[in-house]
């Protein structure tokens, strides 16, 4: 969704000339010369309608046996009626009447302008946007004020100041459906979502690094406790005699998955005695090192 002001354009015709209040004027912002007298300003009217029309100007094109199109009746010096060019004539529509009233309580003479009395020197510099153009007319100070539902994009803030916003359009943007993107009830893919955080590289760098910490970590700290309670080889071992090669093996084996385990579970923040379990220095090396993979994991991907 995009959000755009709609906005009445208060331009910088308080930057041409100072303009000083006479005493026990009662007016604000006060609108006069030096010598009392209200000062004139031109605004110029963007035609659109339900937002800024002119109703006398509708009347008289439609009395005169033509149809009145917005935007463009008025806007065009060859289609345009002497009641496109009075001010009070443009109280139409929801910002057309408001700044009406607006500028009559000022007690300001208004000028009134359309896109009729646009200068080709703003033609250039915007021609694809009116509205874009209307800002370079105050820009060149052709125009002191425009009115009209415009947004106030960083181009056009650039050029001048805006109002403060009166209301907003909220755009929501609809399209066909893709069948190839509708998903399935139940998709056995689902599951292998977990592993989305991360691909398969880093994945199998895990796997490896822990797997290669729990065998050198075996090597360098020697052989369990033989006394130890074990889960996973115990009925074998017990029928094995102490000094044969296949309960070494066994021993051995088992004593790897038990690192392998401590391993995983330390990666994953579930038994972090393993770290701190090493007798030896090469062995608390090790742990060192798994630790700092450990937290460089969880430092970098959460």
Same mark, same amino acid.
């Given at each position: 969704?995009?959000?755009?002001?709609?906005?009445?354009?208060?331009?910088?015709?308080?930057?041409?000339?100072?303009?000083?209040?006479?005493?026990?004027?009662?007016?604000?912002?006060?609108?006069?010369?030096?010598?009392?007298?209200?000062?004139?300003?031109?605004?110029?009217?963007?035609?659109?309608?339900?937002?800024?029309?002119?109703?006398?100007?509708?009347?008289?094109?439609?009395?005169?046996?033509?149809?009145?199109?917005?935007?463009?009746?008025?806007?065009?010096?060859?289609?345009?009626?002497?009641?496109?060019?009075?001010?009070?004539?443009?109280?139409?529509?929801?910002?057309?009447?408001? #700044?009406?009233?607006?500028?009559?309580?000022?007690?300001? =003479?208004? %000028?009134? *302008?359309?896109? /009729?009395? !646009?200068?080709? &020197?703003?033609?250039?510099?915007?021609?694809?946007?009116?509205?874009?153009?209307?800002?370079?007319?105050?820009?060149?100070?052709?125009?002191?004020?425009?009115?009209?539902?415009?947004?106030?994009?960083?181009?056009?803030?650039?050029?001048?100041?805006?109002?403060?916003?009166?209301?907003?359009?909220?755009?929501?943007?609809?399209?066909?459906?893709?069948?190839?993107?509708?998903?399935?009830?139940?998709?056995?893919? #689902?599951?292998?979502?977990?592993?989305?955080?991360?691909? =398969?590289? %880093?994945? *199998?760098?895990? /796997?490896? !690094?822990?797997? &290669?910490?729990?065998?050198?970590?075996?090597?360098?700290?020697?052989?369990?406790?033989?006394?130890?309670?074990?889960?996973?080889?115990?009925?074998?071992?017990?029928?094995?005699?102490?000094?044969?090669?296949?309960?070494?093996?066994?021993?051995?084996?088992?004593?790897?998955?038990?690192?392998?385990?401590?391993?995983?579970?330390?990666?994953?923040?579930?038994?972090?005695?393993?770290?701190?379990?090493?007798?030896?220095?090469?062995?608390?090396?090790?742990?060192?090192?798994?630790?700092?993979?450990?937290?460089?994991?969880?430092?970098?991907?959460?």
């Amino acid at each position: 969704a995009k959000c755009a002001w709609m906005l009445l354009i208060l331009l910088n015709c308080a930057a041409a000339q100072k303009y000083a209040c006479p005493r026990g004027s009662t007016r604000w912002p006060c609108l006069r010369g030096s010598d009392g007298k209200p000062l004139t300003i031109k605004v110029l009217f963007m035609d659109k309608g339900f937002v800024t029309s002119n109703p006398a100007a509708i009347a008289k094109v439609t009395s005169m046996g033509r149809q009145y199109v917005a935007g463009d009746t008025c806007d065009d010096p060859a289609k345009a009626v002497p009641e496109c060019f009075v001010f009070e004539n443009w109280n139409g529509g929801w910002i057309g009447s408001y #700044m009406n009233q607006v500028l009559k309580d000022l007690g300001v =003479n208004v %000028v009134a *302008l359309t896109k /009729a009395n !646009f200068s080709s &020197a703003t033609k250039a510099a915007s021609p694809a946007s009116a509205f874009t153009r209307c800002v370079w007319e105050v820009k060149f100070g052709n125009v002191d004020l425009c009115v009209g539902d415009f947004w106030e994009t960083p181009e056009r803030r650039n050029l001048t100041t805006f109002t403060t916003p009166i209301d907003s359009d909220t755009f929501t943007l609809y399209t066909t459906r893709n069948p190839k993107a509708i998903v399935a009830d139940f998709d056995p893919a #689902m599951f292998m979502a977990i592993f989305l955080p991360f691909d =398969n590289a %880093v994945w *199998l760098l895990f /796997a490896i !690094f822990i797997v &290669a910490a729990a065998v050198v970590l075996r090597i360098v700290e020697g052989p369990t406790d033989p006394t130890e309670k074990r889960v996973i080889f115990a009925p074998i071992l017990h029928h094995l005699n102490d000094s044969s090669k296949a309960k070494w093996a066994i021993q051995t084996f088992d004593d790897v998955l038990e690192g392998i385990w401590a391993g995983v579970m330390a990666f994953l923040g579930g038994e972090d005695d393993f770290l701190t379990t090493a007798k030896k220095w090469p062995g608390r090396i090790i742990c060192v090192g798994l630790g700092v993979f450990v937290f460089v994991h969880v430092n970098t991907y959460t």
